[in-house]
Nanobody, 123 residues
């Protein structure tokens, strides 16, 4: 079965950091763009960050620019999301997903969704 597996979430205080991992199960993601999305209770799923199929192009939502960094390790078939200076409004379930080559902010253009990992930012 082709899917992603997210990990690294947890409870952290405001200002803290977490690193999320997105591993692929059942397929390799050469030339695929990998996007991170999040969904808070009662809200729509929103794009957080994406790294393109070229491995170099990155995009970030305005709300996380300067705080989050996306990277990929092709040797381990894993994409990371380093999250610093976390805020309570970052609390959500975080998902990763894939689409061919070019990043997009629209979740419905992606496939291979994982189950998500919960991030809670609270004192």
């Amino acid at each position: 079965q082709l899917q992603h597996v997210e990990s690294g979430g947890g409870l952290v205080q405001p200002g803290g950091s977490l690193r999320l991992s997105c591993a692929a199960s059942g397929f390799t993601r050469d030339y695929y763009a990998i996007g991170w999305f999040r969904q808070a209770p009662g809200k729509e799923r929103e794009g957080v960050s994406c790294i393109g199929g070229d491995g170099g192009t990155t995009t970030y939502a305005d709300s996380v620019k300067g705080r989050f960094t996306i990277s990929r390790d092709n040797a381990n078939n894993t994409v990371y999301l380093q999250m610093n200076s976390l805020k309570p409004e970052d609390t959500a379930v975080y998902y990763c997903a894939a689409k061919y080559y070019y990043c997009s902010a629209y979740p419905n253009e992606y496939g291979y969704w994982g189950q998500g990992t919960q991030v809670t930012v609270s004192s």
